[in-house]
């Protein structure tokens, strides 16, 4: 196992199923985060959690339930979606607050949500 | 809020030429950190060179190079001798040096052509 590892890769769900994502990084890092990409869009911060506690909360609908139980492992719930959350998710960890932070951010292949 | 504008959607360029990307930002602050990140189709984005603002020296990582124009807001990745794997999404980021939030651009989107 290396680096950051995300679950399903692919994800078909209807408007009313609830389903999750898995994130899970092998790196020590002590930040998780989570992105949404949508074509011809610049990536969108959609949570961010740091030794556990989130810290980053960009305005996300509630249909969206992050879950980070320990530093390696990030969840994104998902439940009553829209088409429009058909998208490219991305998880990415990195290293914060000290002196190995780089800003670097190491992200998983994301896992392909399309919402029928 | 700081912005990150790509303003070509898709390049190519010959196997074994030289391309440059191009990326401008917004921002008002002095310190801060900007990135090209690479996103080959269906594998993960991986950060391909890194240029902290304080540093005039441009940085350069084997055939990736950068132009870092601090004043005018700029900073454009150079690939030379261009090869067939260095075709993907490349994203150019900044990032303020604290904290979490990053900004991306839109992408551009790189063909090699044999």
């Known amino acids: 196992e290396t680096g950051v590892t995300q679950t399903p890769r692919h994800l078909v769900m209807g408007m009313t199923n609830k389903k999750s994502l898995k994130c899970e990084q092998h790196?020590?890092?002590?930040?998780m985060y989570w992105y949404k990409q949508s074509a011809k869009k610049p990536l969108e911060l959609m949570f961010v959690y740091n030794f556990k506690e989130q810290t980053e909360n960009n305005s996300v609908p509630s249909r969206f339930s992050p879950e980070c139980p320990n530093s390696s492992h990030l969840f994104l719930h998902l439940h009553t979606l829209q088409p429009e959350d058909s998208a490219l998710y991305l998880c990415?960890?990195?290293?914060?607050?000290?002196?190995?932070?780089?800003?670097?951010?190491?992200f998983g292949e994301g896992s392909r949500l399309t919402v029928l | 809020a700081q912005t990150v504008t790509q303003s070509q959607p898709e390049m190519s360029v010959q196997e074994a030429e030289t391309v440059t990307l191009s990326c401008t930002y917004d921002?008002?602050?002095?310190?801060?950190?900007l990135f090209w990140y690479k996103q080959p189709p269906s594998r993960q984005m991986i950060l391909v060179i890194r240029q902290e603002a304080y540093k005039q020296q441009n940085a350069t990582e084997n055939r990736f190079s950068v132009n870092f124009q601090k004043a005018a807001k700029s900073f454009s990745l150079k690939i030379s001798d261009s090869q067939l794997g260095d075709a993907a999404m490349y994203f150019c980021a900044y990032w303020s040096g604290t904290g979490n939030q990053f900004y991306f651009g839109t992408g551009t989107s790189l063909t090699v052509i044999p």
């Open positions: 790196l020590g890092h002590n930040a």
């Open positions: 990415a960890s990195s290293q914060e607050g000290t002196s190995g932070d780089t800003g670097e951010l190491f």
């Open positions: 921002t008002s602050e002095s310190d801060y950190y």
